[in-house]
């Protein structure tokens, strides 16, 4: 139990950081009348080269990174509840957010999203502190560009 006590502790933590980074109101931007031209349903690689990445603005970046990366620091709980499907659904939400971030994030992000994976198979992947580590740069972009 109290193995499984670590990985909770680590995901509450970076649970809260990531919701606290995407709390702030966008900055800088306006309605934008191109907004449906960019905000395609399939996300294609050259999208992410944008400010946003493949985000039509700051803010739904900033929470749908925030919201990814709180998920994968739960990916221990849905594993332990055994919700199959919840987890599947959540791996590839993570998959595909990390094809759409910003190209400043997009190699910290994918890196996150195989230590969350690699964490559901390896709860050592928590205790030796390498989900820490994965995620310390996301926070790190979400508290830099989502104020």
Do not use: H
């Not at 502790?9 to 966008?26: D, I, R, V, W």
């Not at 919201?67 to 594993?79: D, K």
């Amino acid at each position: 139990m109290k193995n499984l006590s670590r990985p909770l502790t680590a995901a509450a933590l970076f649970a809260a950081l990531a919701l606290t980074a995407c709390s702030a109101p966008e900055t800088g931007s306006a309605p934008s009348s191109s907004a449906p031209a960019t905000a395609a349903a399939t996300p294609t690689p050259s999208k992410s080269s944008g400010p946003f990445g493949d985000f039509p603005s700051a803010a739904e970046a900033c929470t749908t990174i925030s919201q990814q990366a709180t998920g994968a620091s739960l990916f221990p709980l849905s594993a332990a509840q055994g919700k199959t499907a919840e987890l599947e659904q959540l791996k590839t939400s993570l998959s595909e957010t990390a094809e759409r971030v910003p190209d400043d994030l997009k190699a910290d992000f994918a890196n996150l999203n195989d230590v969350a994976v690699a964490g559901l198979s390896d709860q050592t992947v928590y205790s030796s502190g390498k989900f820490d580590a994965a995620m310390t740069p996301v926070t790190a972009w979400l508290a830099a560009n989502c104020k």
